[in-house]
């Protein structure tokens, strides 16, 4: 309930103060992600991929960097994936010498980003309204199912290439060790996997990411409904107008904090109000109350359909099917955090030993869940690290 009556309080404060909120305002807090790509200079373009359920998912590409414009040559594919409640605009929500999709694109490469269903640009659909419960009945399956593999197969139709490297955050890695794990004609399409704050269970997620765990899902479903979580999507149309107010720019850090994990030295309090405009972009409900069973049961499996015969309806199992990540041979690499709220260092510890083919495994003590995409660091702790791997591994297929 806190979680719920101080975000609704922060967007009553909001409300009264936006007029104050044109002082030191960055302009991509109210771009879409091709707006922030052009803004910086560099080439974009963006496409529809339709999943077999009929969810209509945009998808952004960086095809070339600065300096490599004339090169015509098929290059060499980046996916990136971003996390819960998040859109493609994290992976250029710093300026270029800090943004991953920037760096990768620099280093000649053609990068790709994603969107889940559901975020601020994901909310189309071949038939269903967006204002209807039946447009929001989804989870992170549906994401597994669906969305991952029909935006990977786009990608390597329109490319032509036969692989390419993942990278994902957070809820990005947990639909990769799931597709990758249960789909092994989608996992031989991925040539490494990079993972950063990986989440497969969340049994020891701290701070308000735990609060839908002490809910019951009929009680959750009273108070925020059985479409879109909205405080999160308030929160982030008001961000940009709101979060460099210098007062509340604090209640935006604490917020992310709050969510995330504390790591102060990491955190570019300049940018809030962009990272919380690309970070808190909404969600089902039924997606927090599959992450509310998660945490609650410990396991990473299927959305639990409430009762014996409607899970024998949907699964043709009494339960909820488990995600077996030993079944993921994908070749992976690990970063984590210690500060990180969502995926906690024991949730980490659990994981690693079921990933079968390990290549590279990094904890930063000090870094928050936030802090692989965004941190002050992270160019030097994670980005130019998964620029090594990549190189190294095209190095190995030339040879």
């Given amino acids: 309930m806190w979680w719920l009556l101080s975000t609704m309080c922060l967007i009553h404060v909001f409300g009264k103060i936006s007029c104050l909120s044109a002082i030191n305002m960055n302009p991509e807090s109210h771009m879409n992600v091709s707006e922030i790509i052009m803004y910086w200079g560099y080439p974009s373009e963006e496409y529809e991929v339709v999943t077999k359920d ?70 189309k659909h071949l038939y269903l309204d967006p204002d209807s419960k039946e447009f929001w009945a989804f989870s992170y399956d549906e994401m597994i199912k669906y969305d991952l593999p029909a935006t990977i197969n786009f990608i390597l139709k329109k490319t032509g290439q036969k692989q390419i490297y993942y990278v994902g955050h957070s809820q990005g890695t947990l639909i990769a060790l799931g597709a990758f794990a249960t789909n092994q004609q989608l996992a031989e399409k991925i040539k490494k996997s990079f993972l950063l704050a990986p989440v497969a269970t969340v049994e020891y997620i701290k701070g308000t990411g735990r609060l839908p765990s002490y809910f019951t899902p009929t009680a959750f479903k009273l108070l925020f409904g059985e479409k879109e979580f909205l405080p999160t999507a308030a929160f982030s149309k008001l961000s940009g107008y709101t979060c460099n107010v210098m007062v509340i720019n604090t209640a935006c850090a604490a917020l992310l904090g709050s969510l995330g994990g504390y790591s102060p030295g990491q955190l570019n309090k300049s940018r809030i109000d962009v990272y919380i405009t690309h970070s808190l972009a909404g969600t089902s409900v039924q997606t927090l109350l599959h992450y509310a069973q998660a945490i609650n049961k410990g396991v990473f499996q299927a959305y639990d359909r409430g009762s014996p015969a409607l899970n024998m309806l949907h699964y043709n199992q009494t339960t909820p099917p488990v995600y077996n990540v030993e079944a993921m041979k994908v070749q992976t690499a690990l970063w984590s955090g210690g500060n990180d709220f969502l995926a906690d260092p024991k949730d980490v510890a659990n994981l690693k030993p079921k990933i079968s083919n390990f290549i590279y495994d990094k904890t930063i003590p000090e870094f928050s869940h936030l802090d692989f995409i965004v941190g002050i660091n992270a160019n030097h702790e994670v980005s130019q690290e998964i620029l090594k791997l990549i190189d190294e591994c095209e190095i190995e297929i030339l040879l």
């Fill in 54 to 123: 009929g969810y209509i998912l945009p998808i952004n590409r960086i095809p070339h960097g600065k300096n490599n414009t004339n090169s015509s040559a098929p290059k060499t594919v980046v996916f990136c994936q971003h996390g819960l409640f998040s859109t493609a605009g994290v992976w250029v929500s710093n300026p270029p010498d800090n943004s991953l999709a920037f760096i990768l694109a620099d280093a000649g490469y053609d990068v790709w980003m994603g969107n889940s269903r559901g975020n601020t640009w994901a909310k």
